[in-house]
């Protein structure tokens, strides 16, 4: 069965730190990739997504994901975190139009 | 762009009673919206696939007759939560897909008493 895992259930950086967050699907075909965020008290919201082409995708609010083929991994990046980004992220993969999420990252910035 | 909504945002009701969520796409059709239903300090669970016009499809272990989904048009997917009782107490979450990307609702806290 196809999965996708998220690394880190709990990540914990001080403002101004650099985020990478873990994804590994496990599905070998062809997939499209998002990652969603879910801010306290708000639903989800799309934060990027890639389905084809230059394989680094930026998306809102200066995050970026970069898919690696060869290594089943979509993991997101953002240079310099903010307060304002605490919130749990959620990696996930479309397999034939349903998705397939990870377990979710709870990322606490420290103001 | 791409706006879900769902009401209502939260409903408390009396064990065997029934409660209706709707899910919709303001901006935009979709002939597919898919329901979920998220436990506290877990991921999302897919629960059906609905489809406008036809018959929702259900993930294994979910039941159809207790879970009664309704697609009729382009924009509206109600979820019916027949014969409620306190295990269904949980948060429901819509998606509307528009083109291949999903948009979440808000979703619905559900406590049956």
């Known amino acids: 069965a196809q999965s996708v895992s998220q690394h880190n259930h709990h990540v914990i950086l001080s403002e101004a730190a650099s985020l990478e967050l873990g994804c590994n699907y496990s599905y070998g075909g062809t997939v499209n990739l998002f990652w969603y965020v879910q801010y306290p008290g708000q639903h989800l919201q799309l934060l990027l997504k890639y389905f084809s082409g230059d394989p680094l995708v930026k998306g809102i609010k200066g995050f970026e994901a970069e898919f690696i083929k060869s290594k089943f991994s979509f993991n997101l990046r953002k240079p310099s975190v903010q307060w304002s980004d605490t919130a749990e992220y959620f990696c996930a993969v479309d397999s034939n139009y349903q998705l397939i999420w990870g377990a979710g990252t709870k990322l606490i910035i420290k103001p | 762009g791409a706006v879900v909504s769902q009401h209502p945002s939260w409903v408390i009701c009396k064990s065997g009673t029934s409660v209706k969520i709707e899910c919709r796409s303001l901006?935009?059709?979709?002939?597919?919206m898919f329901w979920y239903r998220q436990f506290p300090k877990q991921s999302l669970m897919l629960m059906a696939t609905s489809n406008e016009g036809s018959k929702a499809t259900y993930e294994q272990g979910v039941e159809k007759d207790k879970f009664l989904i309704n697609h009729a048009s382009l924009t509206l997917s109600t979820l019916t939560v027949t014969s409620a009782h306190p295990e269904d107490s949980s948060f429901y979450i819509c998606s509307a897909r528009l083109g291949e990307t999903q948009y979440f609702g808000p979703g619905t806290r559900l406590l049956v008493l």
């Open positions: 901006d935009f059709q979709a002939t597919t």
